[in-house]
């Protein structure tokens, strides 16, 4: 071989390596995120935050779980917490072996991810509870699920109709939020127009009396990375009662959003697209 054929070889193989180290690279900075809503919502709700995280080179798969948005299931055919999430389950148990993904719940969605979180922990580089219920690896839950209604007494939920069922063992509460709560609590710092489009698409939520939603331990749960998003303003979980809940557990990381009360994602979506990015490149 000429030394000059030998040394255009060689600068092709310089080339082609480091293209691949490129796309190494661009492969490990892009993250997973799925988003999880909260009670009454679904997957629309996050159609503000998920191009902004699209935009920034993230894949996004936002949900809906069972008997919510979009999904087909009906309410009434719910007989556990492990029915509601069960489409989030089956998401988690689709990842392949060795990915890991950010995991974010909002409000009644924390549920949903601490259940995630303890049955596929490996699977989750970080939990993200933006102004959700958190459950802790020290406190019951039934604690935070009886200091939570301390706080946030029945009368405090205005128009909301709530409607207790029982059949056989199972007893539930199904939770219909009214339209002067969710003026007044819920989308009190969003636009008037995500209010109307909440109203249309908001659908009744289920409680069930006969189970905690999920039972986490240190091995599982306790063993994946998570963050707490703070949001200020919020009057459907109040701060005071986010903070309380961070108490429970130190080790969590904090981050704030200021003024954007309790449906963060639609009223400050860039600033908690900024965060979630800050907070999913720390963890691998």
């Known amino acids: 071989m000429e030394p000059k054929e030998k040394w255009i070889r060689v600068i092709i193989e310089i080339i082609v390596n480091r293209e691949k ?8 900075s892009k993250k997973h995120f799925i988003l999880v809503h909260g009670m009454g919502h679904g997957a629309w709700c996050w159609y503000k935050l998920a191009p902004l995280l699209r935009s920034a080179g993230q894949r996004v798969t936002a ?33 392949p072996s060795g990915e890991r993904v950010v995991l974010v719940g909002h409000s009644h969605g924390g549920y949903s991810i601490a259940l995630a979180a303890e049955k596929f922990p490996e699977k989750i580089s970080v939990a993200v509870f933006v102004t959700a ?27 909301t109709k709530f409607v207790i069922g029982q059949d056989h063992d199972i007893s539930w509460t199904t939770i219909t939020f009214g339209p002067n709560y969710m003026k007044e609590r819920l989308y009190r ?28 331990s240190k091995k599982n749960y306790g063993s994946v990375s998570r963050a707490f998003v703070v949001c200020n303003g919020d009057l459907a979980i109040k701060e005071d009662f986010q903070r309380w809940m961070i108490e429970l557990s130190p080790e969590v990381e904090v981050k704030e959003i200021e003024k954007s009360g309790h449906m963060v994602m639609l009223s400050k979506p860039k600033e908690l697209c900024c965060l979630l ?3 999913a490149g720390k963890y691998q």
């Open 133 to 159: 219920i958190m459950p802790s690896t020290t406190t019951p839950l039934s604690t935070i699920t009886q200091e939570y209604n301390i706080r946030h007494p029945p009368e405090y939920f205005l128009d």
């Open 21 to 28: 180290e490129a796309k190494k690279m661009e492969q490990a």
């Open 189 to 216: 710092l969003s636009a008037p127009e995500d209010l109307t489009l909440a109203t249309t698409l908001v659908r009744p939520g289920r409680y069930f009396q006969n189970e905690d939603p999920v039972v986490v």
């Open 63 to 95: 949900l809906d779980l069972a008997a919510s948005g979009r999904n087909p299931e009906p309410l009434n055919e719910l007989r556990s917490f492990s029915d509601y999430s069960a489409p989030l389950m089956e998401a988690m148990a689709s990842i």
């Open 277 to 279: 990015l800050e907070i």
